[in-house]
């Protein structure tokens, strides 16, 4: 009698087992479409930002230095600046990895790593790849994305410096809000345009 309600138990057990393991599959299959965006888009990413953190462990070798993109990034807001006659000049900051951003002989802001905007660009490529399209729009749209991330990213640095030095109380407002608020919402933008008109969902 003992092993006999030993075994009921122990089918019990696997009965439970099964329901349980055909409730996840069930579940596997219902959100399917959601469960293999979030491991791509999280695959992406990891992936992204482990080659970029390679790319700053390999570039950034003196103390107080950046990157050569933020520099390249620093450099093209100094040109855009004095398109538009603006007196700006870059200077490398003594006590920090960073690059002193000097408009009309005062010093206003400063450019470090995360100032690049390659982080955005990180999520933006990954929120495309997690709703990829045919490969050569999906390639196409990321370069054109990341292109114009990088232009509004210096344009923002470039107006910030000036907004900062006619408007000094703004600052923080400036710097933490409205700037910020401008480029997420144009990668919201694109986001929305790629997935309504070239993803393989848009249909």
């Known amino acids: 009698m003992f092993f006999l309600q030993k075994y009921l138990n122990i ?22 479409p959601f469960l293999l965006f979030l491991g791509k888009f999280f695959l992406t990413y990891i992936l992204l930002s482990v080659v970029y953190q390679f790319y700053l462990s390999q570039t950034v070798v003196k103390p107080n230095d950046v990157d050569p993109f933020t520099r390249l990034v620093g450099v093209q807001t100094e040109f855009l600046a004095e398109l538009f006659a603006a007196d700006v000049n870059l200077s490398p900051h003594e ?9 009309n002989g005062n010093y206003v802001a400063r ?5 690049n905007a390659l982080s955005v660009m990180i999520l933006f490529v990954s929120f495309v790849v997690a709703f990829t399209g045919k490969f050569r729009t999906t390639v196409l749209f990321m370069v054109f994305g990341c292109v ?3 232009f509004l990213n210096i344009s923002r640095i470039a107006l910030l410096a000036s907004a900062i030095y ?24 694109l986001w929305v345009i790629w997935v309504n008109k070239f993803s393989a969902d848009a249909k």
């Open 11 to 32: 089918g019990g057990l696997i009965y439970i087992a099964l329901l349980k393991i055909l409730r996840l599959a069930n579940y596997i299959k219902t959100y399917r």
């Open 95 to 103: 006590n920090q990895p960073s690059i002193k951003l000097i408009y």
């Open 111 to 115: 450019i470090i790593e995360g100032c």
């Open 148 to 150: 114009l991330i990088h």
């Open 166 to 189: 006619h408007y000094p109380q703004y600052e923080g407002f400036l710097h933490g809000v409205l700037f910020p608020l401008f480029i997420y919402g144009v990668v919201f933008l």
